[in-house]
């Protein structure tokens, strides 16, 4: 049995690393510019990778190359009118003196968040040119408002104020009941 099979013999092979330190000897250490030498020579106006780049600013190259309006997915947001959205603050109406935020609501920025949804003001966003647009259907416009119609408006007891002579009357009959309370003898069952 001198037949040594394939998969016992041993088969020289030069490892990734020793392939990767000579390449990177060859061609000055980068890799990069390894892969530059090899994608091309042709483009004359290569950076140096030592060199810092600076980022292309988004706003003012579209300011500059006004986008060509095809047929598209994208044509809608391009065809925008810039005075179609009007946002309005509203004040929150507060039911207390002071907010009820938890001390701790500062540190914690998850807490600082949540109650900051329940104290901010209202940010309404109105669009001028809704009924004008091809997703606007007066129908279904027509029955919100008859739906908002049928709802009852919700008042709560602490929105109530009480009238001044039927809180007193209820203040005088505690006092009457207190009193009876402290005129029954001790240990009496009347």
Same mark, same amino acid.
């Given at each position: ?10 088969? %020289? ?19 990069? *510019? ?28 579209? $300011?500059? +190359?006004?986008? @060509?309006?095809?047929?598209?997915? *994208? ?9 179609? @959205?009007?946002? @309005? !603050? ?12 938890? =001390? ?12 900051? %949804?329940?104290? =901010?003001?209202? &940010? $309404?966003?109105?669009?001028? !040119? +809704? ?9 279904? *416009? ?8 049928? *709802? ?5 007891? &602490? ?5 001044? %002579? ?11 009941? %207190? ?12």
């Amino acid at each position: 049995m001198a037949e040594r099979r394939a998969f016992a013999q041993k088969i %020289s092979r030069t490892v990734a690393a020793e392939v990767r330190k000579q390449i990177a000897g060859q061609y000055g250490g980068s890799p990069q *510019l390894f892969k530059n030498l090899n994608v091309g020579t042709t483009s004359s106006n290569t950076v140096p990778l030592t060199e810092a780049v600076e980022p292309v600013d988004f706003e003012e190259y579209l $300011i500059t +190359h006004p986008p @060509i309006v095809e047929s598209g997915p *994208l044509r809608d947001l391009i065809e925008f009118p810039p005075d179609d @959205i009007e946002v @309005i !603050y509203t004040p929150r109406d507060c039911r207390t003196v002071v907010q009820a935020v938890p =001390e701790e609501g500062d540190t914690d920025p998850h807490v600082r968040d949540c109650a900051r %949804s329940y104290t =901010e003001d209202w &940010a $309404i966003v109105n669009r001028k !040119y +809704h009924k004008l647009s091809t997703g606007f259907n007066p129908n279904t *416009l027509d029955k919100q408002k008859e739906r908002q119609k049928g *709802l009852p408006k919700q008042v709560f007891e &602490a929105d109530e104020m009480p009238d001044s %002579s039927s809180y007193q009357d209820d203040q005088d009959d505690l006092k009457r009941r %207190s009193m009876s309370i402290d005129d029954t003898p001790r240990g009496s069952w009347a």
